[in-house]
């Protein structure tokens, strides 16, 4: 019997997946609600869901392009708390990072996105926005506020 599937499932196929399973297997994944039966109408909605995520897919790394491209290799000053060392009294954030960028280029961006080791100490730290594929660099200085 041909299955749809809702959910991945552990060997079995991913979400969205159309696949030839025994009838039995077939009756139990479609009571569970974890598989749709595959009627030439679901098939065809189906194509037409994988087309719509494809779409926005392609919208977001456009987007993401764009915020590489105005980000990209730009430094973003950062005021913080530090003692006489240099050390930081509370570590930068992603969430910090994020804010600073926003404030600075009006693009907002995912603190998820954002890859940088733990930044305690004043001074030039690089850090990297990466989604997917798709990377660019900026540096942060942290200077004392």
Request: aromatic share 2%; charged share 30%.
């Amino acid at each position: 019997m041909r299955i749809i599937l809702t959910t991945d499932i552990p060997k079995v196929g991913n979400r969205y997946d159309l696949k030839e399973v025994k009838d039995g297997y077939a009756n139990v994944l479609i009571a569970k609600g974890v598989a749709l039966l595959a009627t030439p109408q679901a098939i065809s909605s189906l194509e037409a869901k994988k087309a719509q995520i494809e779409k926005k897919k392609e919208e977001e790394t456009k987007v993401f392009e764009s915020i590489i491209a105005t980000i990209d290799n730009r430094k973003i000053e950062i005021k913080a708390k530090a003692n006489e060392k240099g050390h930081l009294f509370k570590a930068v954030s992603a969430h910090e990072i994020a804010q600073a960028i926003k404030l600075i280029s009006g693009v907002e961006i995912e603190e998820s996105a954002i890859i940088m080791d733990h930044i305690k100490e004043l001074g030039l730290h690089t850090i990297e926005i990466k989604k997917g594929n798709r990377k660019g660099r900026c540096e942060v200085l942290v200077i004392k506020a």
